[in-house]
């Protein structure tokens, strides 16, 4: 396999990309042989590689050295040229051919049943879909140009995020009444974009013939084998089962913290003396106790890593001239590995986010190595956060190699993080439920909504600056949800059965793995329900389901 560092760039040829795409179209249409259609896509696919993995290649120069300008800019060409080489025409021109039964024995019955909705959702409306994407631009504008007022100074919402988290109980509650303060008095505005959003969106659905946004946005999000009914469900038994174990932990938070009283002031801090720190901070350390994690898992998983640490595939090391704050994966499909990228501080929590990444890794070369198709090698985004979050889960069980002396506060760090994030996404899909039903409510009927959401999902938290939140300060302040509606219940699902899998890992050590290697190799050939069933579990949206993650939590968090 050839080596990271041993990749020539030179800009794809999106010409010629095109005109392979044209190629196999113009074969389908002409109603040409399966064999000759198949060859011909093939070189598609094949182009289509060779292009990807040149275009990820530079996009992860420019996180490597953010300095460089001519990379930035060569990155955002060849992102951009990327994204428009899709040719929707050939996608129609399949699914009414005969070659469609043929395409859809080699690709699975799934991925047509996505191209095939996919396409329902732009038949027309299209206006509508223009505007949303501006009305979006706006609120991202109007949001990053925001300033707050701390201490009598003007401050960037990033200075403010160092200040939110703060030890000093003091700065702290200061930083985050600036805050609510900002986005209350911009209210009227994002009240205004936010009516206007949601109006141009059920516009959108009602045009392509769905009742509402609701309906239309469940199946872009390929929901096919579920949606509001069972999701809907499942919200219901988060609420009664695991909201009063969120309880019980902002009580051991309190405790712990040595706090008299637990307020929105307090939320998100976990130890007085800071996050786990790993027994040594150099990165061989780190990466050599990863290697040994996944070799105790699996040889295949532990493989797996070993490759891309040793071609290169893995850049992780601390450098001034990287992006901080941001750990991802991304696939190469031409040598076939998947890449990743951080900027190691030699803390737990970045610690924690290469692991988590290791996991999509794992995910995305089982998939590789089962799949021609590029494009089922990724998951669909209820599925895609469960092996990342599963890994994060399992480090636990390896904590003592990572963290010795301060394993258990690795191990409590991460789960009430997990808890939190099963319990308080769930008001914003609630909340959207409530303005996509009701698209002609007022922003105070909103904000009211939200504020009653908000206190719900929180109990036993005292609500700080209520005259702010009135004036909807918590809902504008999550503005970039509005950008991904129907989404956030994604990482609620993904907790939930990373909780399940690790459990099933903590029985049985054998077992577990193998569950993992399953999931994987799923790839993008099935929706989160289905792929759920097909790894023979129970049902996520259960009751027995989410009581047993429940019973989970509670007793390793000691609640
Ligand atoms: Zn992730």
């Not at 190691?344 to 998939?367: K, P, R």
């Not at 409510?441 to 109990?459: G, H, T, V, W």
Request: aromatic share 12%.
């Amino acid at each position: 396999m050839i080596r990271f560092d041993e990749i020539k760039y030179e800009r794809p040829d999106f010409d010629l990309l095109k005109a392979k795409a044209a190629k196999v179209e113009e074969a389908v249409r002409a109603g040409a042989t399966f064999e000759e259609i198949d060859k011909l896509n093939d070189e598609l696919q094949e182009y289509a590689n060779h292009c990807l993995t040149l275009a990820t290649y530079i996009y992860i120069q420019n996180y490597i050295d953010g300095t460089r300008e001519d990379i930035a800019e060569e990155a955002a060409n060849v992102m951009g040229q990327l994204a428009l080489s899709n040719v929707p025409t050939l996608n129609e021109a399949i699914l009414n051919s005969p070659y469609r039964e043929h395409f859809e024995e080699k690709n699975g019955k799934f991925y047509v049943e996505s191209m095939e909705k996919q396409n329902d959702l732009f038949k027309s409306g299209e206006e509508y879909a223009v505007r949303e994407q501006e009305i979006l631009t706006q609120i991202h504008k109007f949001a990053s140009e925001l300033e707050f007022d701390y201490e009598g100074e003007k401050v960037s919402a990033s200075k403010l995020g160092t200040l939110k988290n703060s030890m000093d109980r003091e700065v702290r509650r200061k930083a985050r009444h600036a805050e609510r303060q900002g986005f209350a008095d911009n209210g009227e505005e994002f009240g205004r974009l936010l009516g206007e959003l949601i109006e141009v969106r059920h516009n959108l659905a009602v045009a392509n013939g769905f009742e509402n946004y609701l309906e239309y946005v469940d199946v872009k999000m390929e929901r096919f084998s579920y949606g509001e009914k069972e999701l809907r469900e499942y919200c219901e038994n988060v609420k009664k089962i695991i909201l009063p174990i969120v309880e019980k932990c902002y009580k051991a938070l309190q405790k712990r913290l040595g706090l008299e009283e637990y307020t929105t002031d307090d939320t998100d801090i976990f130890f007085t003396d800071g996050n786990a720190m790993p027994i040594q901070g150099d990165l061989d350390f780190a990466l050599d106790k990863i290697q040994e994690m996944y070799d105790d898992m699996s040889p295949v998983l532990g493989n797996n890593f070993r490759r891309m640490r040793e071609n290169g595939y893995l850049q992780l090391d601390y450098s001034d001239k990287k992006v901080t704050g941001i750990a991802f994966t991304v696939e190469m499909p031409e040598p076939k590995v998947p890449f990743i990228y951080a900027n190691y501080l030699g803390t737990g929590d970045v610690l924690n986010s290469i692991i988590h990444e290791s996991g999509h890794a794992m995910q995305h070369q089982l998939s590789m190595d089962k799949y021609e198709n590029q494009e089922l090698h990724s998951q669909v985004q209820d599925l895609s956060e469960v092996p990342s979050k599963t890994m994060e889960l399992i480090s636990i069980e390896y904590a003592d190699l990572f963290f010795g002396k301060d394993a258990d506060k690795y191990k409590k760090g991460t789960l009430t993080d997990i808890l939190d994030e099963i319990s308080s996404y769930l008001k914003w899909f609630e909340f959207e439920t409530f303005i996509y039903e009701n698209p002609k409510a007022s922003a105070q009927e909103r904000i009211d909504k939200f504020n009653e959401l908000y206190a719900l999902y929180m109990p036993g938290v005292k609500i700080m600056d209520e005259d702010l939140m009135a004036k909807g300060a918590a809902l504008y302040k999550g503005f970039n949800i509005f950008g991904m509606p129907r989404y956030v219940i994604t990482y609620s699902l993904c907790n939930l059965s990373a909780v399940y899998l690790a459990n099933e890992f903590k029985k049985d050590k054998k077992k577990g793995a193998e569950l993992f290697i399953k999931l994987g190799e799923i790839g993008g050939t099935m929706d989160y329900n289905d792929a759920i069933a097909y790894m023979g579990l129970k049902s996520s949206f259960s009751e027995e389901v989410i009581r047993e993650v429940g019973h989970y939590l509670e007793s390793d968090l000691e609640l």
